[in-house]
């Protein structure tokens, strides 16, 4: 494998790298802290004086090599990647090292949220919960905050209230009164960034076999209904694609509404937006995607987020493999046609000419959260569909899981992704001279959409994009709207439509977005992916009624997929109405989200 140099760490992984983490912490509700310590088994691969770990924002107290006290050293902060830990010990290459660091976050840290029992759906009890990906574990706890280093983990985390965490749960024993100390051990070798931890008024169900799902107790039910039965069927279905699920259990945890993302796929146990509860099952195809990341990013790695393509393109593609075999092959091309409109809005976001807009980007002096986009999801995508093409499917699904098999436990770049490919189809001549002909440096680092554009099956679309015209042309045609215009649609059809509305060259009038809103109910849908398109609709159309509807919407939702496309439109039509809702909502929004709208608003 060819080395790879990740840019987003101070760590010296190259000379010494993690293999063992035990994590022994509490929670401190009051003082919404994490405090106690990190042992990291780290095996010497080169001679060294010292070990240097990433960390940000943290209090560090004492710091033990082999036992014993040592002396350590934290480096001024770097922006955006912290400060380095430097911790003075002397290793030969093949020697073990422990490292034990006595620590506790700060209030600045940037991988956790803490909510008060005012913020949760039932207002009794407090919230916390991480998200670490992509730099953010370091502000956790002291690491190798690298995805080119893995290791397994013990995790003691102790709380008076229930907690979940990324690995199978070893039991609970009382600590204290009042406090439990909840255990679990991951003996699957992952990156940092897939550490996770949440704790408060939680409750479980089984959804499958060998599925539960968590939520708050008045959510269990709701949650149980739209996920039962589904997850065992995608599981399945990504075990015939790739190899057995490794993982023994894959359980769901709906969050509180200010997660940042669709789903964040921590091994065990994802943690995912309550938005995908609409009570149709309509929104669980995040399921599939977080669940086809068991195998693409959790087992197999990019080794630095200027590969993140590698994790995003490949789930992105086995989602839809999933979708076909459940719903039929119309869908898979349903949903890339729907993600290649992402993938353009994205582009024209950022500019054509964008380095985001690469496949392989360039992140030195970068925090790897402003490069994140629809880009390595769809455009990695594309990539991996185009091969599929050229090749035949017959012959793409005979390297799908050779190559999950290569890389199990590891981490790679493209260009380890380029070599097995090229490696695995030596000895087929036919297939070799196909693969020939692409054009790697271009797909790898040209920026922009990519080419040749692909060809999707548009069956399902053009109905929704003949109604689009219909409304469109609604003078010139006559045409008189009614609910059966999209009676028996899917709620992606409905976003599909809503989605090219909002394309047209011009926006509806006032009256138009009025009487659709009359005619089809969107705005009281509780699917946020129809409510969010169509409060687009509105706030282009200039529709005041729309204006409070949206600032309402950011009151409720933390995902950034949602917030922050209708911020950048409201501050667009009511600056002070946009600043207004962000500041009423501001403890409200994970950190993450946060930043993110801060930049956005120019704040």
């Known amino acids: ?17 993690t293999q063992h983490t035990t994590v022994d912490v509490a929670l401190d509700f009051d003082k919404s802290c994490v405090h106690g310590n990190a042992t990291l088994k780290l095996k010497v691969v080169k001679d060294i004086d010292e070990v240097v770990l990433d960390t940000s924002y943290l209090d560090i107290s004492k710091v033990l090599v082999n036992g014993s006290e040592a002396q350590w050293k934290l480096v001024d902060r770097m922006e955006p990647y912290g400060s380095a830990l430097k911790i003075s010990t002397k290793g030969q290459a093949g020697s073990s090292i422990d490292v034990t660091i006595h620590y506790s976050t700060t209030d600045k840290c940037t991988a956790l949220q803490w909510m008060d029992p005012a913020q949760t759906s039932n207002k009794k009890y407090p919230y916390m919960f991480s998200q670490c990906q992509a730099i953010h574990a370091r502000s956790l706890l002291p690491c190798q905050d690298t995805p080119g280093v893995k290791s397994t983990f013990d995790i003691s985390i102790r709380s008076p209230y229930t907690v979940v965490a990324s690995g199978l749960p070893r039991g609970a024993e009382e600590f204290a009164a009042g406090t439990l100390a909840y255990k679990f051990h991951q003996s699957i070798p992952i990156p940092s960034y897939l ?19 968590y939520s708050g107790p008045e959510e269990l039910l709701k949650c149980k ?6 997850v065992e069927k995608f599981i399945e279905i990504a075990e015939k694609l790739i190899y057995p699920y490794p993982w023994t259990t894959y359980n769901v945890l709906i969050l509180p509404p200010s997660f940042p993302y669709g789903g964040m796929e921590n091994p065990n146990i994802t943690f995912a937006t309550p938005t995908i509860i609409s009570g149709d099952k309509s929104n669980v195809d995040v399921i599939a995607h977080e669940l086809a990341h068991s195998w693409s990013g959790n087992l197999v790695s990019n080794a630095s987020w200027e590969h993140f393509w590698l994790n995003e393109g490949w789930t ?5 493999r999933i979708q076909a075999a459940l719903h039929g092959p119309q869908y898979f091309d349903f949903s890339a ?3 290649w409109k992402a993938f353009k809005e994205s582009v024209e976001l950022l500019g054509a000419d964008h380095e985001f807009t690469k496949m392989v980007v360039d992140l030195k002096g970068q925090d790897p959260d402003e490069a994140f986009s629809s880009i390595p999801y769809e455009k990695g995508f594309n990539f991996l569909y185009y091969i599929d093409k050229l090749i035949g499917r017959e012959k793409w699904d005979t390297f799908i899981p050779h190559y999950f098999k290569t890389f199990h436990q590891k981490s790679l770049s493209s260009y380890d992704f380029k ?47 003949a109604l689009k015209d219909c409304w469109a042309n609604m003078a010139a045609e006559s045409f008189s709207p009614s609910p059966s215009d999209i009676e028996g649609w899917s709620s992606g059809q409905i976003v599909v439509f809503l989605e090219a509305i909002t394309d047209l060259p011009s926006p509806l009038s006032k009256e138009q ?14 699917n946020a992916e129809i409510l969010s398109r169509f409060l687009t609709v509105g706030l282009k159309a200039r529709d005041e009624v729309m204006y409070k509807k949206a600032s309402e919407a950011l009151g409720l939702w933390g995902r950034m997929k949602f917030v922050r496309p209708l911020f950048r439109l409201l501050n667009e039509c009511d600056r002070e109405l946009a600043v207004e809702t962000f500041r009423r909502n501001e403890t409200f929004y994970h950190p993450i989200c946060r930043e993110a709208v801060r930049r956005d608003l120019k704040l």
């Open 225 to 230: 209904q739209e996920l039962e039965g589904d």
């Open 1 to 17: 494998m060819a080395p790879v140099t990740d840019p987003n760490t101070l760590s010296n992984y190259q000379d010494v790298v």
């Open 195 to 213: 550490f996770a931890v949440a704790s408060g008024d939680i409750a479980a169900a089984s959804v499958g076999p060998r599925s539960m799902v």
């Open 337 to 339: 046609i729907i993600g």
């Open 513 to 526: 977005v009025e009487k659709m809103r009359t005619c089809y109910g969107f705005l009281d849908s509780e």
């Open 419 to 465: 070599d097995c490919l090229l490696n695995f189809f030596a000895s087929d001549a036919a297939t070799s001279e196909k693969l020939a002909t692409i054009n790697w440096d271009e797909k790898f680092y040209s920026p922009g959409l990519t080419t040749p554009t692909p060809e999707f099956d548009a069956t399902l679309v053009d109905v929704c994009y």
């Open 316 to 320: 992105t593609y086995i989602e839809r």
